[in-house]
């Protein structure tokens, strides 16, 4: 079934020990979708500005992500700056310009609406809301991801958009800043009570972990020797997590932990080269052999 | 099969959000040795002091634990006192007493000498090679910790000890320092090179990682809602790891994964209570149920 995604898309200039680009094509929903696609068909909202480029429009339309809710609008693209420590465990922004996105007012077009898959990237938590709002109907699946700014500055805002969520998406600092609580357990029960009934935290190299009404499911971080961007990992987790269960229609326990091994595998792939790069020339039946290792990492009998 | 330890019987003194004691037995081996009890038999190689409590050598005789190898020396017992913090993620040392330990040498009674399944305790690596040599011949499977303090003060001997050894058991930054390497796989490689085959890396609450030539194995910590006291943990872990593989006599990679999981069950049921506490009320039942559980936690379908 078609997953619905908003967010950014955005150029990046990215630095790590392993390299350096100045201008590449990023931004959550073009992770997102690029890594969903594998999946299922994607449906993007996002706005660029008018030095969006037609090579970087095709490697939406080459996908056949559909782009109608892509808005073009006088100005510039949404720009980040960031450099990686030696160990890619932290990471400085050395610019934001928000352009174009600063005015960023999503609209769904018309054959969107149905959509029963609802992906809300990381973006201010009432235009998140704007977007569920103009979904008919109840969708069948709506998960969303935020971040310490919006808890910081819009918390009432995001507290009224987490009523309207299944799933939340967050990183473990995230999950203790919104909750108020170290431990995760009793972060996820906290936020149980503000709506959502599925958070999945993502733990960066730790791997992730859901926790539901079943109990809780850890996944671990794919091992890689030589990870070189973490860039879009984390967006990347989420599309191949939502991706898989739009393309799957499950929503059980058991269609839940895949979905939680194909989104650490999309991750795995979005970190090992720079930017899209690896999710560009990523095959099919790579994900599915890298689903498997995942077994052989965590699988044992009593 | 016979398990052999050697290492701290101490007393600590212990502060965390969750309470506070004055003097409670601890040590490596103390809880290497309880939590591996449960899996097989177990003989201690340590030393104490005239303070040593009938009723502390009680926890021993009473799980048949042989303290033949215990030895008793005029002084007083290893002392250490350490305080949590609120999230018990980080911890001071509030007092070292080494006490009789300072004059440690460790002597394998005569039956020791046979034992097949060797484990040594974090004390220093020149002392950890006596041990092995005064085993007859070479054990089916020796394991060993180290910490910081040995890497950075007895590198030379430390690289002596790692050479005769199948198993190496420390934690992450332990890994990163003694390998100087950040990455976890680099790191194993070139701890490889030094002996092992075999590294454990202890995560604490992000759980444990195997790495051999048969590839990568990680296990999740159990989640727990209120843990009360991290000392032992990792000791604990050890002993059920361990003691798991004594008591099978198995070492391929089906029994490494398992031991793995009863490795994490021990610890984290070491963390439930101050002390030793939780594992001296321990049933065999809880093991195996938390075992069970620890299916939940990380299984999936493809």
New interface residues.
Partial sequence: MALLVVGSVAYDALESPYGKVDRTLGGAATYFAVAARFFTPVSLVAIVGDDFSEKDEAVFRSRAIDIEGLERAPGKCFFWAGRYS??LNDRVTLTTDLNVFAEFKPRLPEKYRSSKYVFLANIAPDLQRDVLHQVKGKPKLAAMDTMNYWIERSNAELRETLKHVDILMINDSETRQLSSE?????AARSIFKMGPSTLVVK?GE??A?L?DKH??????AF????PHDPTGAGDSFAGGFMGYLAGSGGSND?AL??A??YGSVMGSFAVEKFGLERLLHLKKSEI?AR??HF????????
């Fill in positions: 030696e160990n170290h431990n995760l357990l009793r733990r730790y791997g972990m926790v109990g809780v499911f850890c996944v671990p091992p890689l020797e030589e058991a932990r895949r939680m091994v599915h689903a498997r077994s052989k990492l965590t699988q044992f009998k009593l």
